[in-house]
């Protein structure tokens, strides 16, 4: 069964937009939580994390937000470019142990 | 500065052949990881390497096995592939020693068995 979910497989949004991702997660021993960008032939790169004992995370055009009580995350990017066109996956592990990914949603920049 | 490096990017295979998936990474990292990507599926891992030295089976491990021949190398094998198996893998490391700052992943192998 799926622990890590992202409900929307894709996302279009206009170039200078917020771009919001979401992801929901089942296991409420889970403690940290990862995003990773995806080009095409590329591997997944790194872009932000967020702890259980945070709410919100920022680097620069990237936010991610934590709702505990939900088992919910999600990333902002603001204002979204069309090099941010990707796909995205959000991961989660309880205690440093694996990782669990979502199916990721391929978000795409309309210039 | 390489990261991890896979080989082969691509491969086909026929229904029973064997072959081995190459990922070395050059960071000094302790933790290997392979996955596997399938549509709708995301990344599910089929085994990891914790240190030089140790394996574990991940989500997926049936029809698969590893061998952590050094820090850098870490291999998956496919006995016997079977049409299941046809997916894009993609080995990872990371050094959770220093703090978290995720994993990297290679650019991947793209399989097909027929």
């Known amino acids: 069964d799926q622990q890590v979910k992202q409900n929307s497989p894709s996302l279009s949004v206009q170039e200078g937009r917020i771009s919001i991702l979401n992801c929901d997660y089942t296991?409420?021993?889970?403690?940290?939580f990862l995003w990773y960008k995806k080009y095409p032939a590329e591997g997944p790169t790194f872009l932000i994390s967020?702890?259980?004992?945070?709410d919100k995370n920022e680097d620069g055009r990237f936010t991610v937000f934590l709702n505990k009580s939900a088992k919910h995350l999600s990333l902002h990017i603001v204002p979204s470019q069309p090099g941010d066109s990707a796909v995205y996956f959000c991961?989660?592990?309880?205690?440093?142990?694996?990782?669990?990914f979502g199916t990721g949603t391929s978000l795409t920049v309309i210039p | 500065n390489a990261g991890v490096t896979q080989t082969p990017k691509f491969q086909v295979l026929k229904t029973g052949q064997s072959m081995t998936l190459q990922c070395a990474q050059d960071?000094?990292?302790?933790?290997m990881y392979w996955y596997r990507q399938d549509p709708g599926m995301g990344l599910r891992l089929i085994y990891y390497?914790?240190?030089?030295?140790?394996?574990d089976k991940g989500e997926v491990p049936n029809g698969y096995n590893v061998s952590r021949l050094n820090k850098r190398e870490f291999s998956l094998r496919l006995e016997s592939a079977a049409p299941s198996q046809t997916s894009v893998y993609f080995c990872?490391?990371?050094?959770?020693?220093?703090?978290?700052?995720?994993?990297?992943f290679g650019s991947g192998t793209r399989l097909t068995v027929v």
């Open positions: 990872a490391s990371s050094d959770q020693d220093r703090g978290w700052y995720g994993y990297t």
């Open positions: 960071m000094n990292h302790n933790s």
């Open positions: 390497s914790a240190s030089e030295g140790t394996t």
């Open positions: 967020i702890s259980s004992i945070k």
């Open positions: 991961a989660a592990s309880a205690a440093g142990n694996q990782f669990y």
């Open positions: 296991n409420s021993m889970f403690d940290y």
